[in-house]
């Protein structure tokens, strides 16, 4: 059987980073726990204090598909390169044909753009552009295929 798992991203800023990638990935705000009609009643419930509700945001896939996402706040700012990166298969991904994905993957970018990201680099193989490195509006990475 396999473990549940989320993907947990430390951020200055939990609620509007929840929101570019609700935006980035056509997630959603994660309802509250069974039983509660909200967080902050989930919260209230737990002990947890008044001034630390906002230091977290919660998406799932409204799908069911994909990971749940938590933005948690934290004091130090991002220094380094992520470890870690999403590929958004925006395009279909690579078994997708190029003229059909690179319009594609070309239409993301400006719609995240737009949003708060962008644009770190346009990757070529073979040639041609093959995927782009975006960075959030926080600095974290990621790719567009």
Same mark, same amino acid.
């Given at each position: 059987?396999?473990?549940? =798992? +989320? ?6 800023? *939990?609620?509007?980073?929840?929101? /570019? =990638? ?8 994660? *309802? %509250? %726990? ?8 989930? /919260?209230?419930?737990?002990?947890? %204090? ?10 799932s896939d409204p799908d069911g598909a ?5 933005f948690l706040r934290v004091p130090e *700012?991002?220094? +380094? ?8 298969q925006v395009g279909g991904g690579r078994?997708? %044909? ?14 995240? +753009? ?32």
């Amino acid at each position: 059987m396999a473990t549940r =798992w +989320t993907v947990t991203i430390d951020c200055a800023r *939990p609620v509007e980073l929840a929101a /570019f =990638w609700a935006l980035a990935l056509g997630y959603a705000e994660r *309802p %509250p %726990p069974a039983g509660f009609g909200s967080r902050q009643e989930w /919260f209230a419930r737990h002990g947890v %204090p008044e001034e630390e509700w906002d230091d977290g945001a919660y998406l799932s896939d409204p799908d069911g598909a994909g990971p749940d996402i938590s933005f948690l706040r934290v004091p130090e *700012p991002k220094v +380094t390169k992520n470890r870690l990166h999403l590929d958004l298969q925006v395009g279909g991904g690579r078994e997708t %044909p190029w003229a059909q994905r690179w319009p594609r993957v070309v239409a993301a970018a400006e719609r995240l +753009t737009a949003a708060g990201a962008s644009v770190i680099s346009e990757e070529v193989l073979d040639g041609r552009p093959d995927h782009i490195v975006m960075a959030d509006p926080e600095g974290n990475e990621f790719c567009l295929l």
